[in-house]
């Protein structure tokens, strides 16, 4: 049985690709960094459909902890066919007003957390002969955002840095690959009035905004194209700015 290792996988998108993936057959490991409650909540939600899936915790901003974190995994599965580096922060604010504590979180998790998931979970996917990581980054990323400034920027890297590490990876038969959300329905967008919402969902071809589901579709079919890689698939309905 395939297995797959998904950060930031206990609320929203992540959630979202955690219920894809089991419903699909992986054995599937979820990491959570600060709300415990929140983690045990959605494992038991998952127990209670027969799905078994186990719960990391780390601040993947911490070498530390992810190492301590891929400690833990493999103590319990013996291969590692999936990194989703999905663990991710926003803000909402003024780049003049953002302070350099923001900044160095914001990059932190976003982009400092993809790379130590990525640098340990290649040596394994390495020794393996195969291997498939997908990064989250987000549509912002590509287009940038007024007031998200600095988010931006932490995707457009997470983009960048998937299509340079698919180059230097494709030679071991592990691909990297990238999916780009619009504006799906999580908690990162329970900033916007219903007015921004409607403008938003206005803004989509498709007419709806998406579910985290619609994102884990995207990473199942990456996990699975065995010819894909170096690609980033944008799943926003068509929405662009």
């Excluded at 995994?73 to 003049?96: E, H, W």
């Excluded at 990525?118 to 007031?147: D, F, R, T, Y």
């Excluded at 498709?206 to 980033?232: C, F, H, K, S």
Aim: hydrophobic share 40%.
């Amino acid at each position: 049985m395939k297995t797959a290792l998904i950060t930031g996988g206990t609320k929203g998108i992540g959630k979202g690709i955690a219920r894809v993936l089991l419903e699909s057959g992986y054995e599937v490991a979820i990491n959570y960094d600060r709300d415990e409650q929140a983690a045990l909540e959605t494992q038991r939600e998952f127990n209670m459909s027969g799905y078994c899936p186990v719960l990391l915790k780390a601040d993947v901003s911490s070498e530390a902890d992810v190492k301590a974190m891929f400690r833990e995994f493999f103590d319990t599965f013996d291969r590692l066919d999936l990194l989703v580096n999905n663990a991710g922060i926003a803000l909402v604010k003024l780049m003049q007003d953002t302070t350099l504590d923001e900044y160095e979180r914001l990059f932190g998790v976003n982009m400092r957390g993809t790379f130590l998931c990525s640098k340990l979970a290649v040596p394994h996917m390495v020794h393996a002969g195969q291997g498939c990581i997908v990064n989250i980054a987000s549509i912002w990323g590509e287009v940038g955002a007024s007031c998200e400034t600095l988010y931006s920027a932490t995707k457009g890297a997470v983009i960048a840095f998937t299509q340079g590490l698919s180059k230097e990876l494709a030679p071991s038969n592990i691909r990297v690959n990238c999916v780009s959300p619009g504006v799906i329905d999580t908690d990162m967008n329970s900033d916007l009035t219903p007015t921004e919402m409607e403008d938003l969902i206005q803004s989509v071809p498709l007419g709806r905004i998406g579910q985290p589901e619609d994102v884990g579709q995207a990473v199942l079919y990456l996990a699975e194209a065995e010819y894909v890689t170096g690609v980033n698939i944008p799943v926003g309905g068509g929405f662009a700015k």
